[in-house]
């Protein structure tokens, strides 16, 4: 089972809709959480941190289920420029923490 | 202004030659990391650093190496022992480890 994992997508949304994505982890003992979004041929940036009670900015909103060890992000009101890979990424505990990403779903929000 | 800087962004090399992808970062960060990506894939960790003079394997170190003896400075030698050298190569930073990571524009490593 791979450590973070999430649905390749494409999402294809028209403008206006609202999107959620989904990640699963398989450690239990993970601490940090956050979704980054990549446009293509350039690097992730941090789109938000992911908090025990959830949080929110804007139009994104971000949620954390450890009992079922799964984050989530949902989009309202999509723009075409959300358009994007959104990665979600997962940090282990201990002395040797390390960022793992999941591969990133894909969505095209269009016209 | 602040940030994390790769060179070259391209990068164009014969096959058996080593070539080595610079990472700088002034944020004055503890914690950097190399990460590969090929197409249609994800980030996949090459090493990881916590603290200077120190550099852990991430889950794909093979045929790769790295140093830290400066905080600021994270390079990264792809050697010819490693088998598909060409992607895209990023490097990123964060101010203690397991914190969010700020990335580098990365650089295309092209072996022909």
Request: net charge neutral.
């Amino acid at each position: 089972r791979k450590e973070v994992e999430q649905d390749p997508g494409p999402f294809n949304v028209p403008e206006g809709a609202t999107v959620a994505f989904n990640c699963t982890y398989s450690n239990s003992a993970s601490q940090s959480f956050f979704w980054y979004r990549q446009d293509c041929r350039k690097e992730p940036k941090l789109l938000m941190s992911v908090y025990s009670s959830g949080n929110e900015d804007g139009r994104f909103t971000a949620q954390l289920n450890r009992a079922s060890q799964y984050i989530s992000l949902l989009i309202r009101d999509s723009k075409l420029s959300d358009s994007a890979t959104y990665l979600c990424v997962v940090t282990d505990t201990g002395t040797a923490s390390k960022l793992t990403f999941g591969t990133g779903t894909r969505l095209q929000v269009t016209l | 202004d602040g940030g994390i800087t790769q060179s070259p962004k391209y990068l164009f090399r014969k096959e058996g030659q080593n070539v080595t992808l610079s990472c700088e970062q002034n944020l004055n960060h503890d914690a950097m990391y190399w990460y590969r990506q090929d197409p249609g894939q994800g980030l996949r960790l090459i090493y990881y650093s916590q603290i200077v003079n120190d550099f852990q394997k991430g889950d794909i170190a093979e045929g790769y190496s790295v140093s830290r003896e400066k905080k600021e400075s994270f390079p990264l030698t792809v050697t010819s022992a490693q088998k598909n050298p060409t992607a895209f190569y990023l490097c990123a930073s964060s101010d203690r480890a397991g914190a969010e990571a700020f990335f580098g524009q990365g650089t295309r490593l092209t072996v022909v």
